[in-house]
């Protein structure tokens, strides 16, 4: 038995056997995840997120879940949870908007142009002349000739894909052919003028930041960031890793749900320009580790469980239609190397345009994320580390969190004794919820007014604390529903803080054990470097309010916008970067937290909040 369930205000329609959940049938449908239903825990009913409002239809009723997560008069109005909601009949149902997963375009940030030394693409110009009786020369036969007999390259080699797609090459007259290294790699002709295309990925957990390049000017020709498909499967690592090892089949659509938003991105750029994927001759791809074996379906067994390790670290060149990227037929994906199975080659990629290799120090480099990654660079040493600071900073888990799109509370202000509020929002909309920076606001507001003590605990003397109606503990009124996007309060709650409490320590106290091993105190640091999507709109004086960055001057931490992209970007145009990728791998000494010693007490003393003076 199966019923159709349509969505609004999305306009799909989907098919779903008897027993399985809302949720399950909207995650086999690649061609929505991105743009439908967040589920930030990976439909496990544990964070709340995935809300539907039935229009239409009956259902089996409210699960324990549902009870927990829900207020009662939601619950009476016919919300739900997409993954606890199993239909009875066909279903009709309503999206709301703080549930939406919206692709979120954004600006990456990349330069104008990247000059050219020895990219690993070339091209060259060869003009075929009519083969005769008398002279027999195949076309193939006078590139490989011209290439080696004009420009010195001997030994090259030709796939037999290639020749296959070429099948149509005229006998005579210009042609362009592609080498890289000691391989052909492309071959174009006819009246359409085609640019040599290189494109560098940065394959974000939460979003997906792609780079267009000429490969014979460097300029970048475009660059875009999507919403990574994968999030129907989990917001954070951990969800999507246990999803994909839940099942074969869950670890195949997991990874197509990969390859999909880079093609979907791929043809995004290629098209602005009047181009298509097929005109890509060159690919860079960074990630951490799990989205690197995630894309090029490798074994995820190992990454989940002590010691965590990486089938492999070493960098790969692998064919893009191996791993069912759309590019020119014969074209190598590269991938630079990994450190460790929580410090990917997004990482080492963000090391590299820093230019932190062979930089005295100290110097810090964080990319704040559900994983944080960490480097400290002093005395020409790199020591890394990995800290698990949870989904809390992309707004997962927080009672009305949501991403940085339109109508997210994006800064908080709090005065008048602590009786007033002012929250700003992405769009200048109505608020709908409230993003990680505007969290971090929230409680550096909280703590600066005393509202939260150090120990996370909200004073209920306040006058806009008050105790929820589940009885889950007091909330701090950030918009009263006459004036929220929902009609609905938006609040922190108690739970909130204590997820904001949990992250901050993880970065925190990582950083601490860091500067232990390096035997540094905070006040040696000369310089921060923030980098990622959450670091470029993160207000560092609250940050460093709450405790979470290194209490120093404000002027020594520079926010450097997605440097891993920025990296992926210099490998894709470089051999020599390329190289430099391999160095910082080999040179990045690994320190595994959990391993040290102090690793609990300094996690605890990190969970307190500083008090203002």
Request: hydrophobic share 40%.
């Amino acid at each position: 038995m199966s019923f159709s369930v349509h969505f609004q205000p999305i306009g799909c329609t989907i098919h779903i056997d008897g027993g399985e959940t809302v949720l399950n049938a909207f995650q086999t449908v690649a061609s929505v995840q991105a743009s439908g239903l967040t589920a930030p825990c990976g439909g496990k009913g544990q964070c709340g997120n995935c809300k539907i409002l039935i229009i239409k239809g009956k259902a089996l009723g409210p699960t324990d879940a549902e009870r927990r997560l829900l207020q009662p008069d939601e619950l009476a109005a016919g919300y739900r949870l997409a993954c606890q909601t199993a239909p009875l009949g066909d279903l009709e149902v309503e999206i709301p908007s703080e549930s939406l997963a919206k692709i979120h375009t954004t600006d990456t940030g990349a330069p104008q142009s990247i000059p050219l030394k020895d990219p690993p693409v070339k091209r060259f110009a060869i003009n075929l002349k009519p083969p005769t009786i008398e002279w027999p020369s195949p076309p193939w036969k006078q590139i490989v000739d011209a290439l080696r007999n004009n420009y010195g390259l001997p030994d090259l080699r030709i796939e037999p894909e290639l020749l296959r797609a070429k099948a149509g090459m005229p006998k005579s007259g210009r042609v362009t052919v592609t080498v890289r290294g000691n391989r052909i790699v492309d071959v174009t002709f006819g009246s359409r003028e085609v640019r040599s295309l290189g494109l560098a990925i940065d394959l974000g957990s939460t979003k997906i930041a792609g780079y267009l390049l000429d490969m014979e000017s460097g300029d970048i020709l475009g660059s875009q960031a999507i919403m990574n498909p994968q999030i129907a499967y989990g917001e954070d690592i951990i969800s999507r890793l246990a999803y994909a090892l839940d099942s074969p089949s869950n670890a195949k659509r997991i990874t197509a749900a990969a390859r999909q938003g880079i093609n979907t991105l791929s043809s995004n750029l290629v098209g602005a320009i009047d181009h298509i994927s097929e005109d890509i001759e060159e690919m860079v791809v960074v990630g951490n580790t799990a989205m690197h074996h995630i894309l090029l379906d490798l074994s995820l067994d190992q990454l989940i469980r002590s010691p965590f390790l990486p089938v492999t670290t070493a960098p790969l060149e692998v064919r893009a239609s191996d791993v069912g990227l759309n590019a020119a037929t014969a074209v190598r994906v590269y991938f630079p190397p990994l450190v460790a199975g929580f410090v990917g080659s997004d990482h080492v990629s963000m090391v590299l345009s820093s230019r932190l290799l062979g930089r005295e120090g100290p110097v810090l480099g964080l990319d704040i994320g559900t994983n944080t990654e960490i480097v400290l660079v002093h005395q020409d040493r790199m020591i890394s580390c990995s800290c698990a600071s949870g989904p809390a900073f992309e707004a997962a888990h927080i009672r009305h969190g949501m991403r940085a799109v339109e109508g997210a509370i994006k800064k908080v202000v709090v005065s008048d004794n602590g009786k007033k509020v002012v929250c700003e929002t992405i769009g200048d909309r109505p608020p709908l919820g409230i993003c990680g920076s505007g969290v971090i606001d929230a409680v550096a507001q909280l703590l600066k007014w005393r509202i939260l003590g150090s120990d996370g605990l909200l004073d209920e003397h306040n006058p806009l604390v008050r105790v929820t109606r589940q009885q889950t503990g007091p909330a701090f009124l950030l918009v009263p529903g006459r004036s929220s996007g929902t009609g609905r309060d938006l609040v922190l709650t108690q739970k909130d803080v204590s997820e904001i409490q949990l992250a901050k320590a993880a970065v925190a106290g990582a950083v601490e054990l860091l500067l232990s091993k390096a035997g540094l105190q905070q006040a040696d640091i000369e310089q921060v470097l923030i980098a990622g999507a959450f670091g470029s709109h993160l207000d560092v004086s609250s940050a460093i309010a709450i405790g979470m960055l290194p209490n120093i001057p404000r002027e020594r931490f520079v926010q450097i916008g997605n440097a891993a992209g920025h990296g992926a970007v210099l490998a894709l145009t470089s051999i020599t970067e390329r190289r430099s990728c391999e160095e910082i791998a080999r040179r990045i000494t690994y320190l595994e937290l959990t391993a040290v010693r102090q690793f609990a007490s300094v996690f605890a003393k990190s969970l307190r909040f500083p008090q203002p003076s």
